[in-house]
């Protein structure tokens, strides 16, 4: 048709041949210039379709696409390598032959086919069995829909990125971030060891066991996953043969290596590493009974120091380790170490603060501690009960504000300057007690600068008891020079008065010797309470029969007296003791001449012995002036005295009763006193015969 158009009609025939060859010259060389073009198009299309090749090979993505009966019809090289598959079988295969046992990501692709909506890019887990792509792989993956003109979807455009690196990463640090907070939520070591092997199985391993040793003290925790029997094998090795970081069993070597060079990964079955762990035949059959595939051991360091070690062992399930796992295992020993350490430093710290809080609240003294403000921050029971104030009352007052202070001198500056500069203040001052009593006390108060700041540390002793004793001791004095002088006094004046009279006087010598006999008694007193001081009240014990020495000593203290009558009372047969008489008379003699002293009136007095089975009982009783209700707790304390304005001309050191009492008890028995004031006394006497 093009050809005819071209020939003119009124044209004659050989010019029109001519013409017409011209003319399919013309025609001849337009189709060949088209063709040239055509080629060139078609060059330049192979081009691009070898860079669009090239592009979809070098793109670091997986590239494939799928048609609507979800047949693989393009895959590039990097999806071939994720697929794990050379291309011949994958092209023209189905996606279920591809990557079988996938049923989410099969659906997923299913439907976008069905909907046309586009799977944006989100991650996928596949699942690849078989060859070396064996395991989960994570993918960053999108599925888009190719449609037709009509708009129906006839295939679908698959990009993929593998990020299973990335996914590995980010899962380690949520894992050591999961760790870092789990060892965090405890300060308690056995807890902290806990935390660790719960982390390690089944995370890292199939087994684990936790050794550290701390002061000579090892602490193990074994945990196995889903295998209480292999728990219980770990725990019997462990049992067996202890870990040791000294001493003839500590495997020396291994530990230095351990140490040095950091952990040890031992990717072969246990056989392999019987030679260099097992201590003996023994010990190689238990770690056998493990079964493990592979072993990797992470030493715990704190502050450079070897704390333990952290086994960690692949059983049942086959599994190797990777560096991976020996990289967060290293890191999670960094946390476990540093958890440990804490703990244990905690401990440390509780037991110092536990014995502090024991000697602190166990302690005698008084204990105030007071902050740099003044304020009262710590008191012991002692300070309660010494101050009468609870211990949030003592909390409310500041040191120097006289709540505690009693009359007498204040807190001077001078005080609080000693305090300041020595760091010390020793001193004695009267303490206020809630109920307003006062009570003499000595303090030291010692500065001590903690990292809170300083406190100072006030010791209170009660010094009443001292005083007291003190006040005794100068009345004592008085009292012996007092006693000591009435009998010296007579018997110079009987001698002197002799001397002048130059005769011998019969009444002076009585005089002389009663006195002397006095001052003898005086001394022996004195004597008798030293030795029961030293603990040297020494009995010599003998059958003795007591009824016989109550009515020897009864007829000697009426040789004493002319206005009392002494009656003495005893059994029909003798009651014998393994006693020592000269002792026991001495107490009977102290009571009956306490009894005549303490009843000046003169009335009567009765010694009664009776028989109590393995002991023997003796009162005697008065009708004297009798003992007020609260002097009879500390009449037979020595040096006491129911105050001298009771009976002015009875006297005595107070020592009498206080011998008395020890002598009873050396033997063995006991001495009561019940007393009427203005009735009379009775003191009873329970002598154990020791027969
Ligand atoms: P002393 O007689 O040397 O003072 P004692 O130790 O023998 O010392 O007695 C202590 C105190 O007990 C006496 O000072 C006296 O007040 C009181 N006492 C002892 N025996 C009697 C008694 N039988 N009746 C009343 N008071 C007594």
């Known amino acids: 048709m093009a050809v005819e158009q071209e020939r003119g009609h009124d044209e004659p025939a050989h010019t029109s041949d001519a013409a017409a060859l011209g003319a399919l010259r013309d025609r001849v060389a337009k189709l060949e210039a088209r063709l040239e073009r ?56 189905h996606l279920r032959t591809v990557v079988p046992e996938n049923p989410t990501l099969w659906q997923t692709i299913e439907l976008v086919v069905a909907t046309g909506e586009p799977y944006p890019l989100q991650e996928l887990s596949i699942v690849f069995a078989g060859r070396e792509r064996e395991g989960v792989h994570h993918f960053l993956i999108a599925f888009l829909p190719d449609r037709d003109a009509s708009g129906h979807v006839r295939g679908v455009f698959l990009i993929a990125h593998d990020i299973s690196e990335l996914v590995r990463t980010r899962e380690a640090l949520r894992f050591l971030t999961d760790a870092s907070s789990a060892l965090a939520t405890s300060l308690d070591i056995d807890t902290t060891l806990a935390t660790i092997v719960e982390l390690a199985v089944p995370r890292l391993s199939d087994m684990c066991l936790l050794d550290i040793v701390v002061s000579g003290e090892t602490r193990v925790l074994a945990a196995a996953h889903d295998d209480p029997r292999t728990q ?22 291994w530990l230095d290596r351990l140490t040095g060079e950091g952990p040890i990964i031992q990717a072969a079955p246990v056989e392999a590493m019987l030679p260099l762990y097992a201590r003996d035949d023994a010990h190689a059959e238990l770690l056998q009974q493990l079964r493990t595939s592979a072993t990797m051991f992470v030493p715990l360091l704190a502050r450079d120091r070897l704390v333990g070690v952290l086994s960690l062992a692949m059983g049942r399930s086959g599994r190797g380790f990777e560096l991976a796992d020996l990289t967060l295992a290293e890191e999670l020993a960094r946390r476990a170490a540093l958890a440990i350490d804490n703990a244990l430093l905690f401990e440390q710290v509780q037991t110092a603060e536990a014995s502090y809080r024991g000697l602190f ?86 500065r001590v600068t903690l990292p809170s700041g300083s406190v100072s540390i006030g010791m209170l ?15 004592f004095m008085a009292m012996v020079t007092h006693e000591l002088k009435g009998p010296l006094t007579a018997i110079r004046g009987f001698s002197q008065l002799m ?84 002792r026991l008379a001495q107490v009977f003699g102290n009571l009956l001449s306490n009894a005549i002293k303490y009843d000046p009136d003169g009335g009567d007095i009765s010694i009664a012995v009776s028989d109590d089975g393995d002991s023997a009982r003796v009162s005697v009783q008065d009708a004297g002036i009798g003992i007020p209700e609260e002097a009879i707790p500390r009449l037979f304390d020595r ?15 107070g020592l009498g009763l206080f011998i008395t009492r020890s002598l009873v008890e050396a033997h063995g028995g006991t001495i009561e006193v019940s007393s009427t004031p ?6 009873t006497v329970l002598l154990p015969k020791g027969n």
Not at 48 to 70: C, I, K, M, S
Not at 461 to 472: A, F, P, V
Not at 678 to 683: D, L, W
């Open 232 to 253: 219980a094998l770990l725990y019997e090795i462990r049992e067996r043969y202890p870990f040791e970081l000294t001493g003839p069993d500590a495997n020396i070597a």
């Open 499 to 582: 001397r002048r009279q130059s005769t011998y006087n019969e009444r002076g010598v009585d005089a002389i010797l009663n006195q002397s006999a006095q001052l003898e008694r005086l001394i022996n007193d004195m004597l008798d309470a030293t030795r029961v001081d030293a603990g040297q009240l020494d009995l010599r014990r003998a059958d003795t029969d007591l009824c016989e020495l109550v009515v020897a000593c009864a007829e000697q203290a009426q040789t004493a007296t002319t206005r009392h009558l002494i009656r003495s009372s005893v059994t029909a047969t003798p009651i014998v003791g393994q006693w020592d008489r000269d």
């Open 639 to 653: 040096f006491f005295r129911v105050g001298d304005t009771t009976l002015a001309s009875a006297k005595g050191l």
């Open 461 to 475: 002793r009660d010094i009443s008891e001292r005083r007291q004793i003190e006040l005794m001791q100068r009345e």
């Open 38 to 93: 055509a080629d060139a198009t078609i060059e330049q299309l192979r081009d691009d379709q070898r860079f669009f090749e090239r592009l979809n090979e070098a793109v670091p993505a997986g590239l494939a696409y799928l048609d609507d009966r979800l047949i693989y019809r393009y895959c590039n090289a990097t999806n071939a390598a994720f697929l794990g598959r050379p291309l011949a079988q994958i092209l023209g295969q």
């Open 361 to 446: 609240d166990g302690a005698a003294d008084a204990i105030i501690v007071t902050a740099a403000n003044g304020q009262h921050i710590e008191a012991n029971e002692a300070a309660v009960e010494l101050t009468g104030y609870s211990r949030e009352e003592l909390f409310a007052m500041r040191i120097g504000s006289g709540a505690l202070m009693a009359e007498g001198p204040e807190w001077t500056q001078i005080d609080a300057e000693q305090l300041s500069q020595n760091s010390s203040w020793r001193g004695e001052w009267e303490l206020r007690r809630k109920d307003g009593s006062s009570v003499p006390v000595e303090s030291v108060v010692q």
């Open 678 to 683: 203005g009735v009379g006394s009775t003191f």
